[in-house]
């Protein structure tokens, strides 16, 4: 039992780990297996039913609100199907946030729950005290003031809780303000039956040739990415096995791959850039027979690297062209696809209809270049909670939305993109949005203007660079420690800039900042703009 689907009106996907069927089937068959606990089916049927027992018992209602900060572990997916069977919203949250980060997140959404991984007990902590959340519980480990997690469990009844019903994830996505937005999809209305609000899910993994019962599912990717959720957790909703690791490791995905006869897998191109740095002999003891298929999304991946995947592992490498947004719409591209048309991010799913439009809004031909926006053809849409404009910026006209990409369709209907209208950079697939690093730069006394951008990366595919025009009299280098303290002290670690340059910063003479101009030193030979 997972899910996708909003409270009070407000709509989403759902998705079930504990599938009724499968538990009845092949009970004692492992289910989850992580560093911490080897779980079956049954047993994890039985962990989810006493949460959803104690989440009521604790005072949770239709329609609250769970915030779950924590990393790959069977108590993260248990918690999510808990919450998602029991028509609650669950709010996955990015445990490299700040305290500070987390704290926003929990007020914006209305959390009246915080279920943390005691690994992040200084942030959880400080972000529910800020928050004001009342219900606190605590897995992995203790967290002061919060309940145990083994506890809870224990308070409460495994046998099938009654009156379940759909609950929602609601993503919290970076904007261009520079504070998280949570996402409301309109796809399955919240408190219906579980088991119909699965037909949409059944159906987004059926279209992208994922395995159901019989499958084994690697997840080494955080789970508080949608990636990672759809690619993996969905096909273990399913009845796949589930394979989780806290962290990723070139070599051990390997081994975790030949051990398990993973059949499923999920990467960012900074994973396939790291694998491929493993020295001959570890590739060559690699055997990867029993993949079937590895998805890869978040970023453009070179060329070169994935040519070099596709021969190395053979054509099991997909990709997917979307975002959280999107409630199954987006483009999808096989191995054979790309090898056919390098480049491409793929056709559209049978949900998707692609446009491309200038800047007028007027649709282009074949291989014309201007804005991609995508119509889901189930007639989902989205929204930002509490932010009607950045919403109304992300739609042509209501159910057509953009992720703020531009490119072109070719005249067979494959989309290749061109570049990012919007300012985001992703590093190691990890969306990094510049204006809360140049809010918060800004702040410093030495810093009169400062623009932030992504520079090439041959690992991460961009990094974070910051260029600063400091006050008269004061000297970049001086102040550079400064800056990267200030930034460590309020940002995640991610958003830290890798480096700085000091320099007067282009503007149009009504203050707009050029950045195209700023990165263009960088990208010159590279022979790519993203």
């Not at 069977?74 to 700040?98: C, D, K, M, Q, R």
């Not at 997140?105 to 690994?119: F, I, K, M, Q």
């Not at 579980?194 to 997840?219: I, Q, R």
């Not at 062209?321 to 987006?330: I, T």
Request: hydrophobic share 40%; charged share 25%; with cysteine.
């Amino acid at each position: 039992r997972l899910g996708y689907s909003p409270p009070k009106g407000m709509k989403g996907d759902v998705m079930t780990v504990t599938n009724r069927d499968r538990v009845q089937r092949s009970g004692d068959e492992m289910a989850v297996i992580d560093e911490f606990a080897e779980l079956t089916w049954g047993e994890t049927d039985t962990r989810v039913n006493q949460l959803i027992v104690a989440l009521r018992g604790l005072g949770l209602e239709s329609g609250d609100v769970v915030g779950l900060l924590g990393g790959n572990r069977h108590e993260w997916t248990e918690t999510l199907a808990a919450g998602l069977h029991t028509s609650a919203v669950v709010v996955p949250i990015n445990w490299h946030f700040s305290a500070d980060e987390i704290a926003y997140v929990l007020e914006n959404s209305g959390a009246r729950a915080l279920v943390a991984d005691a690994e992040y007990a200084e942030k959880a902590v400080a972000a529910a005290e800020q928050a004001g959340v009342g219900v606190r519980v605590a897995f992995g480990g203790p967290i002061e003031g919060f309940a145990d997690y083994e506890e809870v469990l224990a308070s409460a009844t495994g046998d099938e809780p009654t009156d379940q019903g759909a609950g929602t994830i609601m993503w919290y996505t970076s904007g261009t303000t520079g504070r998280p937005k949570g996402v409301m999809s309109s796809l399955v209305e919240v408190g219906g039956d579980p088991a119909v609000a699965l037909a949409p899910l059944e159906m987004f993994v059926d279209l992208l040739g994922l395995p159901k019962e019989g499958g084994t599912v690697l997840c080494n990717a955080p789970v508080y990415h949608a990636g990672p959720l759809v690619f993996c957790l969905f096909p273990a909703s399913l009845g796949s096995r589930l394979i989780m690791r806290r962290n990723w490791g070139a070599e051990e995905t390997l081994r975790l791959i030949d051990e398990y006869q993973v059949t499923t897998g999920y990467a960012v191109p900074t994973h396939f850039t790291r694998l491929l740095r493993l020295p001959p002999e570890t590739r060559s003891a690699f055997d990867g027979s029993s993949l079937r298929c590895v998805y890869h999304t978040a970023a453009p991946c070179p060329p070169e690297i994935k040519r070099q995947m596709i021969d190395w592992w053979g054509p099991v490498i997909n990709e997917l062209y979307g975002a959280s947004e999107s409630g199954g719409a987006g483009t999808i591209c096989s191995s054979d696809q790309w090898l056919a048309k390098p480049g491409t991010v793929g056709a559209p799913l049978p949900t998707t209809e692609l446009l491309i439009v200038d800047d007028d809004g007027q649709q282009m031909g074949a291989d014309e270049v201007g804005q991609i926006y995508l119509r889901n053809l189930l007639g989902a849409d989205f929204e930002y909670l509490g932010d009607e404009a950045k919403t109304d910026s992300a739609h042509l006209e209501p159910g057509v939305f953009t992720f703020g990409d531009i490119g072109y369709v070719d005249e067979d209907g494959y989309l290749f993109l061109s570049d990012r209208k919007i300012d985001m950079i992703i590093s190691g697939g990890v969306n990094i949005y510049p204006a809360e690093i140049e809010s918060l730069l800004i702040t410093h006394p030495a810093v009169t203007d400062v623009g932030v951008i992504g520079v090439p990366n041959d690992e991460f595919g961009e990094e974070v660079k910051a260029i600063v025009q400091v006050a008269e009299g004061r000297d970049g280098a001086e102040v550079e420690p400064e800056l990267r303290q200030l930034c460590r002290d309020r940002l995640a670690g991610y958003m830290v800039p890798r480096s700085f340059d000091f320099a007067d910063l282009p503007r149009t003479a009504t203050g707009k900042l050029l950045k195209r101009q700023l990165r263009e030193p960088y990208w010159e030979g590279t022979g790519r703009s993203i």
